[in-house]
């Protein structure tokens, strides 16, 4: 549970970053926050607290960026799904296959996001938008093995501790 509780502050702290940044430079160049933490929940936290935590961080994911509330929620959790799938087939922890994993569930994500927003909302997408979404996907899909890493770096250290807490000694006995 305290993992889960971690790394959502953790993505939800990544989502501030990533709009405050948004105002001063362009969108394509900043990697998908939410996204990024959706996949290491899928690859470091059990099913049901890696569904809850995704989530979480697609609702506020919704909330910081105006899209229909649930929207990204409910992408947040196909993706969990996802990395969960492709994790049990692949090894996704570092290297190429999280790189490239990222970078086609980045590209997937937008495209539903677009359909979704097309089907509900009626907005159209300029084929111009294309290479934004390309350069958004790579950027994201790089960053994947440093959430990763730091993801599983902080679960080790959470498992560390607990272990630690649960072996006590008993030091009341009299010396020999």
């Known amino acids: 549970m305290r993992k889960a509780i971690v ?11 990533e709009g405050a940044l948004a105002t001063g430079m362009s969108v394509r160049f900043i990697p998908q ?3 990024l933490a959706a996949v290491a929940a899928g690859l470091v936290l059990r099913p049901g607290e890696g569904l809850v935590v995704a989530a ?4 506020g994911a919704d909330a910081l960026s105006g899209t229909l509330l ?7 959790i196909l993706e969990v799904v996802a990395t ?3 994790a049990a087939q692949l090894d996704l922890r570092n290297g190429f296959p999280l790189v490239f994993f990222v970078f086609a569930i980045a590209l997937v994500d937008a495209a539903l996001l677009v359909t979704g927003s097309w089907f509900f909302l009626g907005l159209s997408f300029h084929g111009s938008e294309v290479g ?14 440093a959430v990763s890493s730091l ?3 902080l679960v080790e250290r959470l498992d560390e501790s607990q272990a630690r807490r649960e072996m006590r000694l008993e030091t009341g006995r009299p010396a020999l």
């Open 7 to 17: 790394l959502l502050l953790l993505g939800l702290l990544a989502l501030v970053i």
């Open 33 to 35: 926050a939410s996204l």
């Open 56 to 59: 979480l961080l697609g609702l």
């Open 70 to 76: 649930g929207q990204q929620a409910m992408l947040r």
């Open 84 to 86: 969960r799938g492709i």
């Open 132 to 145: 934004g979404v390309l350069v958004r996907a790579v950027v994201t899909g790089l960053c994947a093995p």
């Open 151 to 153: 993801a599983q770096g």
